[in-house]
């Protein structure tokens, strides 16, 4: 008989919300912070440093980043949405149909202050892990970050799109989050919180039995 | 067209988050608000300087000076993004999605970005709460927005004023 061990730490196979005292480590991963806005750039890497994170990597631009991303081995990008010159969406789109695996598989989240109504669409399928509006509160950005790392979502590579799976109704929408269609779930559903059952209770409830009326 | 292909990938930041070590989710959250907080001064001090650049904007009217109208309101939302600074937020948003339209629809007026920016630099002036104030300056900005789509020929400024 399977037991879990205490929840201390946050692990892929389990989608439920962080709590206070749930533990992860972000302190040997690297992280690509991409924003033209310098100052924007050192608010994001303060909180990344509150995180943990040891290994941060500031690009103004996304042809600085492109560049990077080929170079270093980086586990997280951070892309503000409103670039100048190839946008967020564009970026997340080339890291997706034009680098090879498993570069294009990298987990990013987009940041979006005002979604211009012309990048919306372009936004919407570029292939982004997250796309994450702002306000955000470090708290937010973290419990996004942490689901990601327990993503349990599909890849997709298609002609018109290369990301992960945009459907999220059968795991349920990140806490917090409402989801998109009437019948998704009201929250994630994650592993069993309970003991397993074993096999002969299994066969026990899927035996026919005859019975006497 | 090729048929779509579907696989699992565990990234490696779904491996090293597993690693044992790093820190709780709130002590994290804590150390990351600290970190925040050393930046606040020097962002609302940026805001400022923001909203003194738009009233500029305001008074000259220049040709073509949409695209700067929004570039700053953007600005605005990427600084105060990470500060509890609702009030701030919902106006320079507002005044986004105004030049956002107006840009797309060549209907370009400043009277009424004038008045976005004028709440902007109330709603700041007042530390960024959330009061009776700024529930009715959102509220006028909002009515605002709302008459410039119903009648946007009507209300105008001249065109080609961007």
Same mark, same amino acid.
């Given at each position: 008989?399977? *037991?879990?061990?205490?929840? !201390? ?12 005292? #749930? ?13 033209? /806005? ?21 690009? +103004?631009? *996304?042809? #600085? ?7 270093? /081995? ?12 190839? #946008?967020? +969406?564009?970026?997340? =789109? ?17 940041? !979006?202050?005002?979604?211009?109504? &012309?990048?919306?669409? /372009? ?9 994450? *509006? ?9 419990? =996004? ?13 298609? #002609? *018109? ?18 989801? =998109? ?16 059952? /074993?096999? &002969? ?10 019975? &006497?009326? | ?15 090293? %988050? ?12 804590? @150390? ?8 606040? @001064? ?17 008074? $000259? ?26 009030? @701030? ?32 630099? %109330? ?14 300056? %959102?509220?006028?900005?909002? $009515? @605002?927005?709302?008459?410039?789509? $119903? ?12």
């Amino acid at each position: 008989m399977e *037991t879990r061990p205490p929840a !201390t730490l946050f692990c892929s196979t389990d989608m439920r919300m962080a709590s206070a005292t #749930d533990k992860f480590n972000l302190a040997q991963s690297m992280v690509l912070l991409i924003d033209h /806005n310098q100052q924007s750039l050192e608010v994001l890497s303060s909180i990344f440093h509150g995180y943990g994170v040891k290994e941060q990597i500031k690009c +103004g631009s *996304t042809d #600085d980043a492109m560049r990077i991303v080929q170079k270093r /081995n980086v586990d997280l990008t951070l892309v503000d949405c409103s670039m100048p010159g190839m #946008d967020g +969406g564009d970026f997340i =789109r080339w890291l997706r149909h034009e680098t090879p695996a498993p570069l294009r598989f990298m987990p990013v989240i987009m940041l !979006t202050g005002h979604a211009a109504e &012309s990048k919306v669409n /372009n936004s919407l399928n570029c292939g982004a892990s997250f796309i994450v *509006t702002k306000p955000l509160t470090p708290a937010v950005l973290l419990q =996004r970050i942490l689901w990601l790392g327990a993503d349990e979502r599909e890849f997709v590579e298609s #002609d *018109t799109y290369v990301g992960p799976d945009r459907r999220v109704r059968n795991l349920g929408p990140p806490m917090a989050i409402a989801g =998109r269609r009437a019948g998704d779930l009201s929250a994630h559903v994650g592993d069993a919180r309970d003991v397993n059952m /074993n096999q &002969s209770d299994i066969d026990m409830m899927m035996m026919p039995k005859r019975i &006497s009326l | 067209m090729t048929e779509a292909r579907q696989f699992k990938f565990q990234s490696s930041l779904a491996r090293k %988050l597993e690693v044992p070590g790093g820190r709780s989710v709130g002590e994290a959250d804590r @150390l990351a608000r600290e970190g925040l907080e050393t930046h606040r @001064l020097a962002v609302m001090q940026t805001v400022d300087a923001t909203l003194v650049q738009l009233v500029g904007l305001c008074a $000259e009217m220049p040709a073509d000076a949409g695209k700067s109208v929004y570039t700053l309101a953007s600005r605005v939302i990427d600084l105060v993004a990470y500060f509890d600074t609702g009030p @701030l937020h919902e106006a320079a948003y507002s005044l986004c999605e105004l030049s956002d339209r107006m840009l797309a629809a060549d209907s370009w007026q400043w009277p009424s970005v004038l008045v976005h920016v004028q709440a902007m630099k %109330l709603i700041l002036t007042d530390g960024c709460r959330r009061s009776r104030m700024s529930d009715m300056l %959102l509220d006028c900005l909002k $009515e @605002l927005s709302g008459k410039h789509w $119903e009648v946007p020929d009507k209300v105008g400024v001249s065109q080609g004023q961007r």
